[in-house]
T-cell receptor
Framework: SQKIEQNSEALNIQEGKTATLTCNYT??????LQWYRQDPGRGPVFLLL?????KEKRKERLKVTFDTTLKQSLFHITASQPADSATYLC?????FGAGTRLTVKP | GAVVSQHPSWVICKSGTSVKIECRSLDFQATTMFWYRQFPKQSLMLMATSNEGSKATYEQGVEKDKFLINHASLTLSTLTVTSAHPEDSSFYICSARVSGREPKKDSYNEQFFGPGTRLTVL
């Protein structure tokens, strides 16, 4: 069956550092992959979409990579801030990984 | 733009009763809406995909007779949990895709999520 896995349940980093979150998938070849942010008790908010023919995509302090050989996507937040603390979900249509809870400490 | 609302935001009901949750796209038309369920500290699990004017497509393991979905218009989908039991207690979230966007653009596949409905069955 198709699986989408986010390796780390939680990640704690210091403000100003780069956070790197990992998403792996099996038994599937998605045409694209999405990343969302979810705050407690709220619905997810779309951040970025990367297609299978794109190696990298950036949006402000966010960067996503997509390696179809490794079946992996990496999500980076540079110059992290406490306000970036949230759960980040990767998804391919329309299934979500379990999420990584990021905490950025001042 | 692209706001999705859900009503109610939370509901407490007795076991055996039915609960209806509404999902509305406030400023856009949504041909397709999705219903998810999320248990504490777990990810969203897709329950069903609903297309306006047709029957919903349910994911494997989701009882269609228990979770009734109606997508009566381009701006409204409802989920009715029939004969609710305590194990149905969860956070139910809907999402919608904007109709008419160009398929080649990233925004075509963007889902806009509602704020969720917390259901507690006693």
């Amino acid at each position: 069956s198709q699986k989408i896995e986010q390796n780390s349940e939680a990640l704690n980093i210091q403000e100003g550092k780069t956070a790197t979150l990992t998403c792996n998938y099996t038994n599937y070849s998605p045409a694209y992959l999405q990343w969302y942010r979810q705050d407690p008790g709220r619905g997810p908010v779309f951040l970025l979409l990367i297609r299978e023919n794109e190696k990298e995509k950036r949006k402000e302090r966010l960067k996503v990579t997509f390696d179809t050989t490794l079946k992996q996507s990496l999500f980076h937040i540079t110059a992290s801030q406490p306000a970036d603390s949230a759960t980040y979900l990767c998804a391919f249509p329309w299934r979500f990984g379990a999420g990584t809870r990021l905490t950025v400490k001042p | 733009g692209a706001v999705v609302s859900q009503h109610p935001s939370w509901v407490i009901c007795k076991s055996g009763t039915s609960v209806k949750i509404e999902c509305r796209s406030l400023d856009f038309q949504a041909t397709t809406m999705f219903w998810y369920r999320q248990f504490p500290k777990q990810s969203l699990m897709l329950m069903a995909t609903s297309n306006e004017g047709s029957k919903a497509t349910y994911e494997q393991g989701v009882e269609k007779d228990k979770f009734l979905i109606n997508h009566a218009s381009l701006t409204l989908s409802t989920l009715t949990v029939t004969s609710a039991h305590p194990e149905d207690s969860s956070f139910y979230i809907c999402s919608a895709r904007v109709s008419g966007r160009e398929p080649k653009k990233d925004s075509y596949n963007e889902q806009f999520f509602g704020p969720g409905t917390r259901l507690t069955v006693l």
